[in-house]
């Protein structure tokens, strides 16, 4: 199992421009965050979904959207991105029910200039 | 609003000693709370979970203690190598989801 990955796992960007960040689970697992991390600051939720096909805001959702149109794929939009953008975007999932525990992938740093 | 606090400065502990790692808690009470740890450049790694009930959780050298009086999880690392060097992340549930600390960077110096 390769568990969750994250693509790209680098990028920069021009403000203004646009991306899709990808994150894949083989894992069957119904739950899916993504998190930016920032120094000095943590793990931010930004947009969270608990099954195909739905979505929901997290602490920090401005500036992006999300789309879940098959349950092992999460995918984080930037429709302009500006320089509080830049920083290393988390996927994570786990499955529904049971202790919460999350499963993270490697992370994508966005560079925005 | 909820707060989590975790040591802001990194821990520098000798090889072979314990480290022992502290997050606080403020206005509520998890259900349970994680501890994950992270690498420089990658994503978080589960390691150990405690409930509410629970005093305490060992797992080979890690023990984790829960005092819902004092608010406060200790996270321990015994007989400590520079291998566990990382930065550990508190995470408590609270009502219906999971909050990360900001983490405390441990250095294991050999």
């Known amino acids: 199992n390769a568990g969750v990955t994250q693509t790209p796992k680098f990028r920069v960007l021009k403000t203004g421009q646009s991306m899709t960040l990808l994150c894949a689970q083989d894992?069957?697992?119904?739950?899916m965050y993504w998190y930016r991390q920032d120094p000095g600051m943590g793990l931010r939720l930004i947009h969270y979904s608990v099954g195909e096909g739905t979505t929901a805001k997290g602490e920090v959702p401005d500036g992006y959207n999300v789309s879940r149109l098959k349950k092992q794929n999460f995918l984080l939009g930037l429709e302009s991105a500006a320089p509080s953008q830049t920083s290393v975007y988390f996927c994570?999932?786990?499955?529904?029910?049971?202790?919460?525990?999350?499963?993270f992938g490697p992370g994508t740093r966005l560079t925005v200039l | 609003s909820q707060k989590i606090e975790q040591n802001s400065e990194a821990l520098n502990i000798q090889e072979g000693k314990t480290a022992t790692l502290t997050c606080n808690y403020t206005n509520y009470s998890p259900a349970y709370l994680q501890w994950y740890r992270q690498d420089p450049g990658r994503g978080p790694v589960f390691l150990l979970l405690?409930?509410?009930?629970?005093k305490e959780k060992r797992k080979e050298r890690l023990k984790v203690t829960f005092d819902t009086t004092l608010k406060q999880s200790l996270f321990h690392i015994t007989a400590s190598q520079p291998a566990d060097s990382a930065t550990y992340l508190c995470?408590?549930?609270?009502?219906?989801?999971?909050?990360f600390g900001k983490g405390t960077r441990l250095h294991i110096l050999p």
């Open positions: 995470a408590p549930k609270v009502r219906d989801k999971i909050i």
């Open positions: 405690i409930r509410e009930n629970e």
């Open positions: 994570a999932s786990r499955l529904a029910g049971g202790t919460d525990t999350q499963y």
């Open positions: 894992m069957n697992h119904e739950y």
